[in-house]
Every structure is written in C-alpha cells, then in structure tokens.
C-alpha cells in the first residue's frame, strides 16, 4: 500500500521586500562635508572677528581689516565653488590660498596680538578646512 502524501494546510511563506537601508556616507564624502564645514566656520569667524576686535581709529585695525575682509570672502567663495559641478582644483587652490595669505600676512605683519591671532587662526582653519575639501568628488 502507498502512503497518503501529507499536505501542508498553510500557505509558503512569501518573501518580504527588503528594507531600503540608507548608507552612511563614504569616509571621504564626510571629510569634504566637514571640510566644508570648517572652511565656512574659519572664514566667518575671521570676518566676525574683524568686525568686532580690529579698532577701525587707528590705521592697523583698518588694514588688518581689508586683508581679513578681501581674503575671507574670496575664501568663501571658493568654497561655493566646490559645492557646485566646477572642477575641484581650481577651487582648493583658490580657497586654500586664501586662507594661506592670511595666516602669513597676520604672522609676518608687526599686528598687536588681537589682529595677529585672528587673522593667522582663520587662516590656518580656512587652510586646513580646504584641504579637506580636496578630496576627488564622484
């Protein structure tokens, strides 16, 4: 005699889609984000510094001013740039540039202490921030 073939009453289990699991950023991605980041940080800070620190009276605060003024803002600049679809060269050099000649103008400068540590801390911070930044983009 043949056995009775069994049959299972429920029904195969149907396989679950899959949840879409976002992944985290590639280590380089985040040390362009943070570079970012720090670059935008320096250059405001020298800026806010300049504003509230350097004595517009005398001729040292208005100069140190103009640097500060001039090499932020283009330092900003080119941290705009490498936020689009430009070429990444070009504005690592640009923007570390920036921050370079500040920090060697407030370093080489005869500043009082105020003016030198704001303009040579926001420009190694730009500096830094914008070699961050260079890493390839995808």
Do not use: C, K, N
């Not at 350097?54 to 490498?82: E, N, R």
């Amino acid at each position: 005699m043949a056995t009775p073939e069994r049959r299972s009453s429920s029904l195969p289990a149907v396989p679950q889609p899959a949840r879409q699991v976002q992944a985290p950023l590639p280590p380089l991605e985040q040390t362009r984000d943070i570079g970012w980041l720090i670059t935008v940080l320096g250059a405001v800070g020298a800026l806010l510094g300049s504003w509230t620190l350097f004595s517009s009276d005398s001729p040292d605060g208005m100069w140190a001013g103009y640097w500060v003024s001039t090499f932020a803002t283009t330092a900003l600049l080119g941290t705009a740039w490498l936020r689009s679809t430009l070429p990444t060269v070009p504005g690592v050099v640009i923007t570390a540039g920036s921050g370079l000649v500040l920090a060697l103008v407030g370093a080489v400068r005869d500043y009082p202490t105020t003016i030198t540590t704001v303009m040579v801390a926001g420009g190694a911070v730009i500096t830094i921030g914008a070699v961050m930044q260079s890493v390839r983009r995808h």
